[in-house]
């Protein structure tokens, strides 16, 4: 599943086709859009929730873990977040591990070339996305021994 050309008995084995210079079709802008609307509530939520436990727990180190219980687990948690969503107020447990999804996107978007980097700057701010991708991480975080630490 991660590995290139890997046989699928439901597909016919098939060449990949990309857009001209990594185009974006118009057609998909008004979903990004949609994404970073509902998803930014959320993300805004989680990271502060992140932020507040490092407030609350200078002494954590690098490389040990992000959770708000001490357990080892995959998906930790740094307790309950809640943020308006279309209207609606959620009410959950923060989501560490979509905040550590999302800090790749960020570094991958910092180690593009600057055409390429300009280019998904554009994309971002007319599909809405300037304050999501313009988030910042109080400290970094990384997956080793599938748990989250700190960098």
Do not use: C
């Not at 939520?45 to 002494?59: C, G, I, K, R, V």
């Not at 910092?110 to 109080?138: C, H, I, Y």
């Amino acid at each position: 599943m991660q590995l290139p050309n890997t046989p699928d008995g439901e597909f016919a084995p098939h060449e990949a086709n990309w857009l001209p210079d990594d185009t974006i079709p118009a057609t998909l802008e008004p979903l990004l859009a949609l994404l970073f609307r509902d998803w930014g509530p959320q993300l805004n939520a989680d990271m502060t929730s992140y932020q507040n436990w490092l407030d609350t727990h200078p002494e954590v180190q690098s490389g040990e873990m992000i959770n708000f219980k001490d357990a080892k687990v995959v998906h930790p948690t740094l307790g309950m977040v809640s943020y308006l969503w279309r209207g609606v107020k959620v009410q959950r447990a923060s989501a560490v591990h979509g905040l550590w999804l999302f800090q790749t996107a960020q570094l991958a978007m910092q180690a593009m070339s600057m055409d390429s980097r300009q280019r998904l700057e554009a994309l971002v701010s007319r599909t809405n996305g300037q304050q999501m991708m313009n988030l910042k991480f109080p400290r970094e975080m990384k997956r080793q021994n599938n748990v989250l630490v700190l960098t």
